[in-house]
Structure formats: C-alpha cells, structure tokens
C-alpha cells in the first residue's frame, strides 16, 4: 500500500532501530535493506534475523524452529535413546531473538559513542549452535557423539530423576566426589557407596548408571519426596521437583517474590510474569496487550502528517 509505505518511511526517518525478517531478497526489493537504509538514516540500526544467513546454500532455504532444531544437532542429543525429541518451548526462535535484543543494545551504546548507526545479522543456525556448543565439543573432540538420554544427564551421575517411596519424583543433581560421599552417607545410609569401585569416580558411575539407579531407587524407596530434598538441601546437593506447567504458576519462589502481575489483552485480563531482570527502585511497565490492528489509525495519524525530520522528538 504506497501510503502505508509513506508511513512506513516517516516512521524510519524517526526511528532508533529496525529490524526485519524476511526471505532474503526481499527487503531489497522494498529498498529496506542496509544500504539503501543507512544512506538515508546513517544513525539507524538495522537488524537482519533470518534463518541460516544472508550468504551461502541454505539462504533462501525456509527454516522454523524445529527444522533448525534439528540442523543444528539438537535433536541428536534430546530425547530417549530410542527415540528423539524437540525442545518443548520454540529454543531456536528465543535464540535467535535474544541474540539480536543484545546486539541492538550493543549498537545503541556503540552509537552514543561514534554517533553512527549499525548493521545486524542473526541467523538462528547460529544462535541455537551457540547454544548446542558443549554437545558439540563433547562429540567433536570426546570421541563419541553425546548419547540421547532422556531427563538423565550424559556425561554426570547420578543426576536425573529418582523415585521416592510415595511415587513422586526427585530431581537429583550430584556435581562432585564430595556430594556424592555426601549422597551415600547422609541420603541414601549407604556410606561404602562411595568407595566401591564401580562408582568411586564420575566417569565409572557413568558408565554404570543403569545398576547405580537400582540401586538409589531401592534406597530411596521408604523416603517420601519431601524427606529426600530436606535430607539433599541439608547437605548441599542440588535438588528439583518435576513440575507441571499448573504447579509452576503456583510455584512459592515466585509467590514470595512477587513477581505475578495482571495485563489486559483482547480476551481478558492475563496473570504474567514479570520481566526476568529486576531494576532496583523500578519496576518493569506491563501494559495491556493490543488487539492487530488496534493502534494502526493512531500510527498513521502520526507518521502520515510529514513529520521526516530525523531529529524530531529525539532527546
């Protein structure tokens, strides 16, 4: 629509930062790209995400999140050993968005030095590789790929999910010989555990976990859940509670730290967390979520009048 174009142009003339997700090609096309940007608004920051990058085979290639989940390994090491499994929650998306908000913020600082603007690319290949990077160098120079292993950890035990004798499940996470002397003797009234040679060191209880989990589920069988994190917290050995997505909305940690707060949004108020970083003396804004197209008769009302000056409203 040329006069939303013209909207579009007024807004850039004004604006801090653009960012923009499109097939590549497009945004040239459009002359969004960030030459043609830049020659007009050098102060601007331009932020390319696309999915493998602006170069190479794979640039016009359509990529979601589970696709780059699994060019990028993830699903190798997520899962069963039976089977694979993607994350439950859109990781390479996040990624890549996390990527490019700390590259902006990069900009806008690296801007109020040099007084010019900046051009971004985030692929998210590469930012779900970034974070794929300790499985990567396990298999890379460890000499066997990372194996599938469920909630269990692949290269430390005992670490994963345990079954008290109530039927719920303890996460228990052991990250030294310390803890795990700790585990045996103060846990689990098994001391000589920690001397047997089969489970002595990280590696040897690895590579026998299968027989170590019998043997900490027999033990652990006439402790209710809750016993095993009181008996895990008093000797420092990390612990979690498997829980659903109901339980974690209840969760106390959040409940004592306040961090609920309701929105408004098209359907209703929303219970929502507060943003995760905390400012001392503030709180975060939680405004209402908009409806599509709700603000648009204001945003052109505003840009449409001819307001171009780059300088305009600026601080």
Same mark, same amino acid.
């Given at each position: 629509?040329?006069?939303?174009?013209?909207?579009?142009?007024?807004?850039?003339?004004?604006?801090?930062?653009?960012?923009?997700?499109?097939?590549?090609?497009?945004?040239?096309?459009?002359?969004?790209?960030?030459?043609?940007?830049?020659?007009?608004?050098?102060?601007?920051?331009?932020?390319?995400?696309?999915?493998?990058?602006?170069?190479?085979?794979?640039?016009?290639?359509?990529?979601?999140?589970?696709?780059?989940?699994?060019?990028?390994?993830?699903?190798?090491?997520?899962?069963?050993?039976? &089977?694979?499994?993607?994350?439950?929650? &859109?990781?390479?998306?996040?990624?890549?968005?996390?990527?490019?908000?700390?590259?902006?913020?990069?900009?806008?600082?690296?801007?109020?030095?040099?007084?010019?603007?900046?051009?971004?690319?985030?692929?998210?290949?590469?930012?779900?590789?970034?974070?794929?990077?300790?499985?990567?160098?396990?298999?890379?120079?460890?000499?066997?790929?990372?194996?599938?292993?469920?909630?269990?950890?692949?290269?430390? &035990?005992?670490?994963?999910?345990?079954?008290?004798?109530?039927?719920?499940?303890?996460?228990?996470?052991? *990250?030294?010989?310390?803890?795990?002397?700790?585990?045996?003797?103060?846990?689990?009234?098994?001391?000589?555990?920690?001397?047997?040679?089969?489970?002595?060191?990280?590696?040897?209880?690895?590579?026998?976990?299968?027989?170590?989990?019998?043997?900490?589920?027999?033990?652990?069988?006439?402790?209710?859940? *809750?016993?095993?994190?009181?008996?895990?917290?008093?000797?420092?050995?990390?612990?979690?509670?498997?829980?659903?997505?109901?339980?974690?909305?209840?969760?106390?940690?959040?409940?004592?730290?306040?961090?609920?707060?309701?929105?408004?949004?098209?359907?209703?108020?929303?219970?929502?967390?507060?943003?995760?970083?905390?400012?001392?003396?503030?709180?975060?804004?939680?405004?209402?979520?908009?409806? /599509?197209?709700?603000?648009?008769?204001?945003?052109? /009302?505003?840009? /449409?009048?001819?307001?171009?000056?780059?300088?305009?409203?600026?601080?």
């Amino acid at each position: 629509d040329p006069a939303d174009r013209a909207v579009l142009d007024a807004m850039l003339a004004r604006a801090d930062v653009f960012v923009q997700n499109l097939l590549p090609g497009a945004v040239q096309r459009l002359g969004l790209d960030e030459e043609s940007l830049r020659a007009k608004h050098p102060r601007l920051i331009t932020c390319s995400i696309s999915g493998y990058g602006s170069k190479g085979p794979y640039r016009g290639k359509k990529a979601y999140d589970l696709l780059i989940q699994c060019e990028t390994g993830v699903l190798s090491v997520t899962g069963t050993p039976e &089977s694979p499994a993607k994350a439950g929650i &859109s990781i390479a998306d996040i990624s890549a968005g996390m990527y490019a908000y700390s590259g902006v913020l990069t900009a806008l600082y690296e801007r109020e030095r040099t007084g010019a603007g900046t051009g971004l690319e985030v692929a998210m290949l590469d930012a779900l590789g970034e974070w794929a990077s300790q499985p990567y160098f396990y298999a890379g120079y460890g000499g066997t790929p990372a194996p599938r292993t469920g909630a269990r950890h692949a290269s430390i &035990s005992p670490y994963g999910p345990y079954r008290a004798g109530d039927g719920a499940q303890v996460f228990i996470g052991v *990250q030294n010989e310390r803890e795990w002397a700790a585990l045996c003797a103060d846990v689990l009234g098994r001391p000589h555990l920690a001397q047997e040679p089969r489970f002595a060191r990280n590696s040897s209880r690895v590579e026998h976990d299968a027989e170590l989990r019998v043997i900490l589920q027999e033990a652990l069988s006439g402790l209710s859940a *809750q016993q095993v994190i009181e008996r895990l917290d008093e000797v420092g050995i990390a612990s979690a509670r498997m829980r659903t997505m109901h339980e974690f909305a209840e969760h106390p940690q959040l409940e004592a730290r306040d961090r609920w707060r309701e929105v408004d949004s098209p359907v209703g108020p929303l219970r929502s967390l507060l943003p995760p970083v905390t400012v001392t003396g503030r709180e975060a804004a939680m405004g209402a979520i908009p409806a /599509a197209g709700q603000h648009s008769d204001a945003i052109r /009302a505003e840009f /449409a009048s001819g307001a171009t000056d780059p300088t305009k409203d600026r601080p």
